[in-house]
Nanobody, 125 residues
Framework: QEQLVESGGGLVQPGGSLRLSCAASGFTLDFYAIGWFRQAPGKEREGIFCISTSDGSTFVSNSVKGRFVASTDIAKNTVYLQMNGLEPQDTAVYSC??????????????????WGQGTQVTVSS
């Protein structure tokens, strides 16, 4: 059974960093577009990042550009989202999603085949 599991969320102070993991099981992340989404309370889900596992190409939203970086470890079948310079407005539930192929301009749309359950990130002093 295909599954994505996120981990690495938690409470961090403004300016701090966290690294989220998105581990896949039941399929191999060799040729997938992995999208990262977040949803804050009372707000719509926002697509913030997409990485193509085959070539490392990315699409990044303006809201996190220059602060967040994604990477892939095929051996561990895991994608990471390194989040630096966290701000209170980054507080949200973060989820990863997967679809076969490359990231494209519609990466922020929910056209993915598999979704993780989400992990809470809270940025507060």
């Amino acid at each position: 059974q295909e599954q994505l599991v996120e981990s690495g969320g938690g409470l961090v102070q403004p300016g701090g960093s966290l690294r989220l993991s998105c581990a896949a099981s039941g399929f191999t992340l060799d040729f997938y577009a992995i999208g990262w989404f977040r949803q804050a309370p009372g707000k719509e889900r926002e697509g913030i990042f997409c990485i193509s596992t085959s070539d490392g190409s990315t699409f990044v939203s303006n809201s996190v550009k220059g602060r967040f970086v994604a990477s892939t470890d095929i051996a561990k079948n895991t994608v990471y989202l390194q989040m630096n310079g966290l701000e209170p407005q980054d507080t949200a539930v973060y989820s990863c999603a997967a679809r076969r192929g490359y990231c494209s301009g519609n990466y922020a749309e929910p056209f993915y085949d598999y979704w993780g359950q989400g992990t809470q990130v809270t940025v507060s002093s």
